[in-house]
């Protein structure tokens, strides 16, 4: 058993932003001490010998199952929250700004003075106890090895997450006792790292130098956690589809809302042709002689504005959506092509060009509602389509092969979801800002949904199931893109 003992010294973790409310990232992710480590690595004053013995370290680490963690729970929320103090942040210059600026020496180590600021606020959260454990599960002999450069990687950790999460850290003499563990199905999912994940922190890293800006690692993979001795409950219904990664466009026009079809097929010709020979299966759909592609692939799902004030149903970006049962290299692979499409620039003919900006975790959470994960995962008895449905087949009402209830309840069988109890279609969205059916048959991109059956959908489950939810025969090219109804409406 090999333990290693976090602090935080100022008693307090800062929030996550998450479903427009500031939520305590507590306990802290394994995958997040697994890349503070790897920083602390390649920042630290190490000799060679140690700092090859520290790497080696981490590659072992990353190949252990995901450790058992001891940590109290945060406070209630109503003694944790801590008020915020009143922040103010540089903002970076645009491009305008620096080619309009006067006199040249104005700027100072390529940064102009005075720069506009911007008011942010760091809420905290104190939990009862601020020493978490992460105990992992080893053979002793691995651990006697590879232990001593550990904890002098954790001697040198400064921060976890954040530098105003200030830590200590160290490998106690005893191995705590764990009060969450890894389980198939539990109420906490925390990253955690696993192999090949040094490789890709350090692949974004190089990036990140290269092109002069920091570049986010994809998430990584997620472990349920359930408290120990207690019997989790049931997992709720979930979709197969995870976010690979979500883009918005950095520069460039805004597009139409029904250019939704040209976004989705302009970024698969993008992603296919900055992607070298063979192009995997499970980007491109098809194997290697170019027939269909006979397992679950990668989806490109625009995200427009819907359901809200100023809704008008103009795509904002788009997320790639990945199936959650691929295997290591096709799980790299889908890593390796988010990376490329980075800083990419999509070239839409008559509207211009976007240049693309992936958008890492904390973007997300102060970027537009709809390019938010959450916006669109739910869980909820009841969701709605913001993109309609390709059917498939024309519904035929009673049919016991071509009702809208069967066709619909297959569309939702390929994500592993259940049945719905009731379905109801037609021309228009319940979402406010969505587009008519009709609208995704015309211009070029619609030309290849011409003779399809399309229709908006509600969809009602008996209990309620977890998203993203893409349905149809046209989930690979932005079409049957559902989202949540937090309450029931009432049918027209």
Same mark, same amino acid.
């Given at each position: 058993m090999l333990a290693?003992?976090?602090?935080?010294?100022?008693?307090? !973790?800062?929030?996550?932003?998450?479903?427009? &409310?500031? &939520?305590?990232?507590?306990?802290?992710?394994? $995958?997040?001490?697994?890349? @503070?480590l790897l920083a602390t690595l390649h920042e630290a004053d190490l000799d060679d010998t140690e700092r090859a013995a520290a790497r080696a370290a981490l590659a072992w680490l990353e190949t252990l199952p995901p450790p058992a963690i001891r940590a109290e729970p945060p406070l209630p929320a109503a003694d944790a929250v801590r008020t915020p103090l009143r922040c103010?942040?540089? !903002?970076?210059?645009?491009?305008?700004?620096?080619r309009q600026t006067k006199p040249p020496h104005a700027f100072l180590e390529g940064i102009r003075l005075p720069r506009l600021r911007t008011e942010r606020h760091f809420p905290a959260y104190a939990p009862i106890d601020p020493v978490v454990s992460f105990v992992w599960n080893a053979d002793p002999a691995d651990c006697a090895v590879h @232990?001593? +450069?550990?904890?002098?990687? =954790?001697?040198?950790? !400064?921060? *976890?997450?954040?530098?105003a999460s200030p830590v200590r850290a160290h490998v106690p003499a005893e191995v705590p006792v764990a009060t969450l563990l890894p389980a198939a199905h539990g109420s906490i999912a925390l990253r955690v790292p696993g192999p090949g994940r040094l490789a890709r922190l350090? %692949?974004?890293? +190089?990036? $990140?130098?290269?092109?002069?800006?920091?570049?986010?690692?994809?998430?990584g993979r997620m472990q349920p956690y359930a408290p120990a001795g207690i019997d989790?409950?049931?997992?709720?219904? &979930?979709?197969?589809?995870?976010?690979? =990664?979500?883009?918005?466009?950095?520069?460039?026009?805004?597009?139409?809302?029904?250019?939704?079809?040209?976004? +989705?097929?302009?970024?698969?010709?993008?992603?296919?042709? #900055?992607?070298?020979?063979?192009?995997?299966?499970?980007?491109?759909?098809?194997?290697?002689?170019?027939?269909?592609?006979?397992?679950?692939h990668l989806a490109i799902v625009p995200l427009p504005r819907v359901e809200d004030p100023h809704a008008d149903g103009t795509p904002h970006g788009f997320a790639l959506l990945m199936p959650d049962d691929l295997a @290591?290299?096709?799980?790299?692979?889908?890593?390796?092509?988010? *990376?490329?499409?980075?800083?990419?620039?999509? &070239?839409?003919?008559?509207?211009?060009?976007?240049? #693309?900006?992936r958008l890492d975790a904390g973007e997300l959470t102060q970027s537009a509602r709809t390019l938010q994960p959450a916006s669109w995962s739910g869980p909820a008895t009841r969701w709605a389509s913001a993109t309609p449905l390709a059917f498939g087949h024309h519904p035929r009402p009673g049919h016991p092969q071509r009702d %809208?209830?069967?066709?619909?309840?297959?569309?939702? @069988?390929? *994500? $592993?979801?259940?049945?719905?109890? =009731?379905?109801?279609?037609g021309p228009d969205s319940r979402l406010i800002g969505a587009l008519p059916a009709a609208a995704f048959r015309e211009g070029k991109a619609g030309e290849r949904?011409?003779?399809q059956f399309l229709a908006h959908v509600e969809i009602d489950f008996a209990q309620p199931v977890a998203g993203p939810l893409v349905l149809g025969a046209g989930r690979h090219f932005g079409l049957g893109l559902m989202r949540p109804l937090p309450h029931p409406r009432r049918c027209a």
């Open positions: 290693l003992e976090i602090e935080f010294l100022l008693g307090r !973790v800062l929030a996550t932003a998450r479903d427009g &409310r500031d &939520r305590p990232e507590w306990p802290p992710h394994p $995958g997040r001490l697994f890349a @503070a103010y942040v540089p !903002v970076n210059p645009t491009e305008q700004e620096v @232990a001593p +450069a550990l904890a002098r990687l =954790a001697r040198e950790l !400064v921060c *976890l997450g954040h530098s350090e %692949a974004c890293h +190089a990036k $990140g130098l290269a092109l002069g800006r920091r570049i986010e690692a994809p998430e989790p409950e049931p997992p709720l219904p &979930r979709s197969r589809l995870r976010f690979a =990664a979500v883009f918005r466009r950095h520069e460039g026009p805004a597009l139409p809302a029904e250019s939704i079809g040209l976004l +989705a097929q302009t970024v698969r010709a993008t992603l296919l042709s #900055l992607t070298p020979d063979p192009v995997p299966a499970v980007i491109s759909g098809h194997e290697a002689d170019r027939s269909p592609g006979r397992r679950a @290591a290299d096709e799980r790299a692979a889908i890593g390796e092509a988010c *990376l490329r499409l980075d800083g990419a620039t999509l &070239r839409f003919r008559g509207y211009g060009d976007w240049h #693309l900006q %809208a209830l069967v066709i619909v309840t297959r569309h939702c @069988a390929d *994500l $592993g979801l259940p049945a719905p109890a =009731a379905v109801r279609f949904w011409r003779g």
